[in-house]
């Protein structure tokens, strides 16, 4: 069983910066993909990066050039680095691994 954890959301400017974590914990394996999704009230969850094994990165059209996955040296951590927020990234963000989801953090970014 996966436990996942994520922090560092809360309440920015537009054209500031936010920078998501989550930790993995449990039963892992170092070559699982490892994903970020964020869900709006009344809205589908969307995909909004994903990191693989190898290191290979997808990021929705939405937020490519502003967003930044990475990985921890440890592979069990997951970082979403946010730049120049625009008021439409405001979000819950989830952290996902396999059929795993965190608790959800929110971002906020008024404008």
């Known amino acids: 069983q996966v436990q996942l954890a994520e922090s560092g959301g809360g309440l920015v400017q537009a054209g500031g910066s936010l920078r998501l974590s989550c930790a993995a914990s449990g039963s892992i394996s170092s070559l699982s993909a490892m994903g970020w999704y964020r869900q709006a009230p009344g809205k589908q969850r969307e995909l909004v990066a994903v990191?693989?094994?190898?290191?290979?990165?997808n990021y929705a059209d939405s937020v490519k050039g502003r967003f930044i996955i990475s990985r921890g040296n440890a592979k069990n951590t997951v970082y979403l680095q946010m730049n120049s927020l625009k008021h439409e990234d405001t979000d819950v963000y989830y952290c996902?691994?396999?059929?795993?989801w965190g608790q959800g953090t929110q971002v906020t970014v008024s404008s």
């Open positions: 996902r691994l396999k059929d795993s």
């Open positions: 990191i693989r094994s190898g290191g290979s990165t």
